[in-house]
């Protein structure tokens, strides 16, 4: 199986700067589509910026211009570089891929991960 593990959130004080990653792990082949969303509790999860496998993204209205997000495909990793940062961006940021080509059972067989999460990792700035 497949699994996102993120890293590099923290406390950060207002103003600065933080950079999240996150890696596909197990018998990746492909990731096609990743992203980073938010979520505070008793809020819906937002989106903060999403990037295509060739490189396509799309940011949300309050992040533009501050965040940038990057990936690297030979590592499967998506990256999420937070300039600027204002204490409104506090919340737990969670990783997603829409789909994720990995090698399954003992052959070269290939399969489908769909709507793959992170564990989420806290960013708290303070101000």
């Known amino acids: 199986q497949v699994q996102l593990v993120e890293s590099g959130g923290g406390l950060v004080q207002a103003g600065g700067s933080m950079r999240l990653s996150c890696a596909a792990s197990g018998r990746v082949a492909s990731v096609n589509a990743m992203g980073w969303y938010r979520q505070n509790p008793g809020k819906q999860r937002e989106l903060v910026a999403t990037?295509?496998?060739?490189?396509?993204?799309n940011y949300a209205d309050s992040v533009k211009g501050r965040f940038t997000i990057s990936r690297d495909n030979a590592k499967n990793t998506v990256y999420l570089q937070m300039n600027t940062v204002k204490p409104e961006d506090t919340a737990v940021y969670y990783c997603?891929?829409?789909?994720?080509?990995?090698?399954?059972?003992?052959?070269?067989?290939?399969?489908?991960?769909?709507?793959?999460w992170g564990q989420g990792t806290q960013v708290t700035v303070s101000s």
């Open positions: 990037i295509t496998s060739t490189r396509s993204t």
């Open positions: 997603n891929a829409d789909r994720i080509l990995y090698y399954s059972g003992h052959s070269a067989s290939q399969s489908w991960a769909y709507n793959t």
